[in-house]
């Protein structure tokens, strides 16, 4: 199970955790947790501040006072509970310091950013691993960076799953399999660490990588493959559509992993597709739900490999994106300019999606997402050759996404597109995955919202639990 930030804002919340502890009493359990929220912010600001020293003693303060909060709501002062937790957040502020004069003095190395970015996850699993023993449950702490060994691709790692296997057997596996014991492993979400010991952090939806790592590395190495990850969250689950978009959308309740793939690339910012790759192969099912409601018995969404083909999961959007063109026709026959181009978005580390390409000269466009638009082609015409032979226009547009197997046929398609001419919205590029699960549209982002509704409307009666509007 993991929990956010959100999970863990007061004393009312950490009950919450100890209700759902109670409900899945009979279940062997390991808690994933997140920093408090806002806390890896400050820590990231602080970095970025680095010279400002009134501002680097304000936050530090901020930091140590969130935390001394939540302790002194949870514990009495001066019970034994209280004193672990306090003499933690002294021994890791200490810490805290000295890795902030490393930075002053060598430089915001990525190293020192994912190591200063650690220490919300290592103060926030600490306090829930004694909040649980207060509350008589058999809990242990422990910190990822000793479980979970990475690559060295700081501030994004991704897991070595044969050295990380190997500790997860060594560490948990004999506690997780005795019958006789019922502990609470607490481990620190987002953090790991490479094989020369230097901290890494896996990126966006780190803490929720963290939960469907550890949910894979069991079952390979454990006995028992019934298992799930929970992710607890402010919301019931997955939404066939964004609220903001059309009212009185609903839970999807279950879908198979492609499809959540798709609908969290592309629009859903409750989960991040990385977070499926550690369990799709394993068949591990994964459950979100609403923190508020654990006891829910229907309304959650589950994603398995199990789903009905027959409909349509879902339509989500990205608002703000830029679509680049690179074009030549006199270097039409030179190999290798593909490469060149995508070259230089990874040596600027930038995210490239759908592709397209025509084949009558070099023609290529392709979409970036929010502000690596500028960053994108400020690097492509930095590049002298592109300069001086290539063509290279930019456009900001929005995409439009609609997932399910039923967008595989034409019937399917020409709905769309009926939809999409009733207000007059121009398609200026498509793109279907080849799995056939999800259907792609570029649109002018004046268009985003009117294409959503209209296609929404359209397809109303394919979604599996959608009841249409009547007009």
Known sequence: MKFGGSCLKDNQAFKKIAEITHLYENSNKIYVASALQGITDILLNMAKNIGDESYIDTHISLIEKKHLDIIEELFSEDTFHYNECKDWLD????????CIVDIQEFGREPYYIDYISSFGEILSTFILNQYLLSQGFESIFISANNLIITNDEFN?????YEFTNARVKRQIMPLLENPKRNVIFCVTGFIGRNKIGYITTLGRGGSDYTATILARTIHDVGSDKDIKVILWKDVDGLLTIDPKYVEGSVLIKSLNYVEAKQIASIGAKVLHPKCLEAIENKNVPLEIRNFDNPAEKMNYTTISNITDKGQIKGISAIEDATIITVTSGSMVDVPGVLAKIFGVMGEHNISVSFVAQSSSEISTSFVVKGEEGKKAL?????????????????EEISI?????KKVLDNITKAKIFNALEKQKVKVQSISQSNNGVNLSLIVSKDNIIKGIKEIHNELCEEFDTLKCNES
């Open 378 to 394: 400020e690097a492509l015409q930095a590049e002298k050759e592109f300069a001086d032979f290539f063509k290279i226009t930019w």
């Open 91 to 98: 021994k890791k502020m200490s810490e805290l310091e000295d």
């Open 156 to 160: 994004n790692a991704y897991p070595l």
């Open 400 to 404: 439009i996404n609609i997932t399910g």
